[in-house]
């Protein structure tokens, strides 16, 4: 019995032993803790501190301090390294690390690592040539999507099309397969094969496109044009035709080809008609001046006017509101138009600070379309058609 109660009274004995031992193992934690954070130099978090106020350059003189007390410092040096390159010194940047790439400790990871850095900094120098040997030597490493990925962005600036799907097929997997990127370079291989006028290597970049991604409307508009351009106009209203079941918003950048190739078909009522469908079918697109032009020349001025307020009233807008004042304002009194005429003035003017292009990604806005977005640098991200902004 007395054995007993002695195992169900040791838990509550051993109770204070529990808890000294849980207090001297909190006591050496947290004196580790002091003593690792007594290690760190003072002007690390006076660098810390200056980086969150976004003071960069006392940041950097702070870093500079501690590493001269802190030598063979890798990660430190690093670090200042891409500090000078956000700062735009590159030169001191490039100083830096190509002096830590010269330490015998600096080598397998870590040596790569220095790489990239140092090709950044040789690419915000302007010194491209340089980057580009650099990462193309961090091709073969754990670098490699890194270093492929800088790749690519400079041979889209440079226009290098050829190298571009190169290394965006290299940088293809299963989550991201750069295909819509892959179409858009050989669309503007074909643009530049068209403007002169080489047909035939035009159409097999448009074909390239197409099997990149059957999607790309882009592709169609240039097949169509460069059917046009030889006289095959059938076959580029097909092309243009195709773009509606791609994305039926592109349509408005080809309203007037298509109506042109039926034109010169001898069909161009039948173009007209195409386009007022697209339209009535298609309420977003911005058809109504190629309509109104093109019904004024075929059916006069009465039945055109007619024709496009009914495609206002359907879908009414600024652009719409500023048409339908111009088509009105002839059967107005006098003191009447001279007001409606102020009006369409003011809306005028407000037409051309409000209704522009922009960029879905990153907000950029531009009276020009674009179809690679200069601030951001992602490709057909632009709306097709102007929106109010």
Same mark, same amino acid.
């Given at each position: 019995?007395?054995?007993?109660?002695?195992?169900?009274?040791?838990?509550?004995?051993?109770?204070?032993?529990?808890?000294?031992?849980?207090?001297?193992?909190?006591?050496?934690?947290?004196?580790?803790?002091?003593?690792?954070?007594?290690?760190?130099?003072?002007?690390?978090?006076?660098?810390?501190?200056?980086?969150?106020?976004?003071?960069?350059?006392?940041?950097?003189?702070?870093?500079?301090?501690?590493?001269?007390?802190?030598?063979?410092?890798?990660?430190? +040096?690093?670090? @200042?390294?891409?500090? /000078?390159? &956000?700062?735009?010194?590159?030169? *001191? $940047? !490039? %100083?830096?690390?190509?002096? =830590?790439?010269?330490?015998?400790?600096?080598?397998?990871?870590?040596?790569?690592?220095?790489?990239?850095?140092?090709?950044?900094?040789?690419?915000?120098?302007?010194?491209?040539?340089?980057?580009?040997?650099?990462?193309?030597?961090?091709?073969?490493?754990?670098?490699?999507?890194?270093? +492929?990925?800088? @790749?690519?962005?400079? /041979?889209? &600036?440079?226009?290098?099309?050829? *190298? $571009? !799907? %190169?290394?965006?097929?290299? =940088?293809?997997?299963?989550?991201?397969?750069?295909?819509?990127?892959?179409?858009?370079?050989?669309?503007?291989?074909?643009?530049?094969?068209?403007?002169?006028?080489?047909?035939?290597?035009?159409?097999?970049?448009?074909?390239?496109?197409?099997?990149?991604?059957?999607?790309?409307?882009?592709?169609?508009?240039?097949?169509?044009?460069?059917? &046009?351009?030889?006289?095959?106009?059938?076959?580029?209203?097909?092309?243009?035709?195709?773009?509606?079941?791609?994305?039926?918003?592109?349509?408005?950048?080809?309203?007037?080809?298509?109506?042109?190739?039926?034109?010169?078909?001898?069909?161009?009522?039948?173009?007209?008609?195409?386009?007022?469908?697209?339209?009535?079918?298609?309420?977003?697109?911005?058809?109504?001046?190629?309509?109104?032009?093109?019904?004024?020349?075929? &059916?006069?001025?009465?039945?055109?006017?007619?024709?496009?307020?009914?495609?206002?009233?359907?879908?009414?807008?600024?652009?719409?509101?500023?048409?339908?004042?111009?088509?009105?304002?002839?059967?107005?009194?006098?003191?009447?138009?001279?007001?409606?005429?102020?009006?369409?003035?003011?809306?005028?003017?407000?037409?051309?600070?409000?209704?522009?292009?922009?960029?879905?990604?990153?907000?950029?806005?531009?009276?020009?379309?674009?179809?690679?977005?200069?601030?951001?640098?992602?490709?057909?991200?632009?709306?097709?058609?102007?929106?109010?902004?």
């Amino acid at each position: 019995m007395e054995m007993e109660m002695w195992w169900l009274l040791m838990p509550i004995v051993l109770l204070p032993v529990f808890f000294a031992m849980g207090w001297f193992a909190a006591r050496v934690d947290m004196k580790t803790v002091l003593k690792q954070a007594k290690s760190v130099p003072t002007g690390f978090y006076a660098s810390l501190d200056a980086l969150v106020d976004k003071n960069t350059g006392r940041a950097a003189r702070n870093l500079a301090e501690v590493i001269d007390q802190q030598q063979n410092s890798y990660d430190l +040096n690093l670090t @200042l390294g891409k500090l /000078y390159r &956000q700062r735009g010194e590159n030169d *001191k $940047a !490039i %100083a830096m690390h190509k002096t =830590l790439l010269q330490s015998p400790d600096t080598v397998g990871e870590k040596r790569e690592r220095v790489l990239y850095e140092l090709g950044l900094n040789y690419q915000s120098a302007g010194l491209v040539d340089r980057a580009e040997q650099i990462f193309l030597e961090l091709q073969s490493g754990n670098m490699a999507k890194q270093a +492929n990925e800088v @790749l690519l962005n400079i /041979y889209q &600036q440079d226009r290098d099309w050829e *190298k $571009a !799907i %190169a290394t965006a097929q290299l =940088l293809s997997h299963d989550e991201q397969t750069y295909q819509f990127e892959i179409a858009q370079f050989y669309c503007e291989m074909a643009q530049a094969a068209l403007f002169q006028s080489d047909f035939d290597t035009a159409r097999e970049y448009v074909q390239a496109a197409l099997n990149a991604n059957k999607k790309c409307s882009r592709a169609n508009m240039i097949l169509g044009d460069i059917e &046009q351009k030889q006289g095959n106009f059938g076959v580029a209203i097909s092309a243009y035709s195709a773009i509606e079941k791609q994305n039926h918003a592109y349509l408005s950048m080809v309203g007037e080809r298509l109506y042109d190739a039926y034109e010169a078909m001898g069909k161009a009522s039948d173009g007209l008609n195409v386009l007022i469908g697209y339209q009535k079918t298609f309420p977003t697109l911005d058809l109504l001046n190629v309509i109104y032009d093109k019904a004024l020349l075929l &059916q006069g001025e009465q039945s055109a006017n007619q024709t496009v307020i009914e495609l206002i009233r359907a879908k009414p807008d600024l652009n719409g509101m500023y048409r339908l004042l111009g088509l009105q304002m002839s059967d107005l009194n006098p003191q009447w138009k001279a007001d409606a005429d102020m009006m369409r003035g003011v809306i005028g003017r407000q037409l051309q600070k409000a209704w522009m292009y922009r960029c879905r990604n990153c907000h950029f806005k531009s009276q020009v379309y674009f179809w690679h977005c200069p601030a951001c640098n992602k490709w057909e991200t632009f709306t097709p058609n102007k929106i109010e902004i």
